[in-house]
């Protein structure tokens, strides 16, 4: 039961940073994107389909994956260890290994 709760209030916060990432707020700080890495920090720590997802969108997105790994460094430790852990490097791995190899 707990792990549903997490994962309802993980979807909750992902979708409505999603939802507030094109609306113009007067607040202080950009909600939507905040929102949206408190959401992906949650869900990657608790499902494992979100977290192979995330790495996905990074190994074929080369911009999300440096502006993810720039943004790091500020960022909260919740969001730190996402970031860690969603690393494409096996990605890359098994990329590099079916491709063709060039004849010399």
């Known amino acids: 039961m707990k ?3 997490i ?3 993980g ?7 999603v939802l507030l990432l094109p ?3 007067p607040l202080p700080f950009p909600a939507g994107p905040v929102l949206v890495l ?3 920090a949650i869900l990657t720590t608790h499902s494992k389909w979100f977290r192979r997802g995330v790495q996905k969108l990074r190994f074929r997105f080369r911009w999300l994956c440096r502006t993810m790994d720039k943004l790091a460094h500020r960022s909260p ?6 970031v860690e852990r969603t690393r ?3 990605l890359e791995r098994q990329a590099r290994v079916q491709a063709p190899r060039s004849e010399s």
Do not use: D, E, N, Q
């Open 38 to 40: 408190i959401g992906c």
């Open 3 to 5: 792990h549903i709760l």
């Open 77 to 82: 430790p919740m969001v730190k260890s996402m």
């Open 88 to 90: 494409p490097v096996a």
């Open 23 to 25: 609306v113009p707020l």
């Open 11 to 17: 979807w909750l916060t992902f979708v409505s940073g």
């Open 7 to 9: 994962l309802t209030g």
